[in-house]
Nanobody, 119 residues
Framework: QVQLVESGGGLVQPGGSLRLSCAASGSIHFIKAMGWYRQAPGKERELVAVIISGGSTNYADSVKGRFTISRDNAKKTVYLQMNSLTPEETAVYYC?????????????WGQGTQVTVSS
């Protein structure tokens, strides 16, 4: 089992920035990818950004150029730097990890951290 703990959410004004962190612990085999998703009230959970084991990244079109996903392998932590936030990005942000072993993907989720963008 892999445990994911997110931190860094909070209240920020429109145009502001936040950095989210997600620390992985537990019985980790091979983290194939880690990513950030978000879910706004009444909406489906959507992918925000993902970083693959080799270091490549992928972003939702709506956040390209404003958000940056990065990782610290030694700390088993992934970060999401969010700039120029808009009220529409108010949501619970979830960390996700894909721990690959025995020929299968094993997906894990954090508990989520609330991001509120409001003046």
């Amino acid at each position: 089992q892999v445990q994911l703990v997110e931190s860094g959410g909070g209240l920020v004004q429109p145009g502001g920035s936040l950095r989210l962190s997600c620390a992985a612990s537990g019985s980790i085999h091979f983290i194939k990818a880690m990513g950030w998703y978000r879910q706004a009230p009444g909406k489906e959970r959507e992918l925000v950004a993902v970083i693959i084991s080799g270091g490549s990244t992928n972003y939702a079109d709506s956040v390209k150029g404003r958000f940056t996903i990065s990782r610290d392998n030694a700390k088993k932590t992934v970060y999401l730097q969010m700039n120029s936030l808009t009220p529409e990005e108010t949501a619970v942000y979830y960390c996700n990890a894909n721990d690959y072993y025995s020929g299968y993907d094993h997906l894990y989720w954090g508990q989520g951290t609330q991001v509120t963008v409001s003046s």
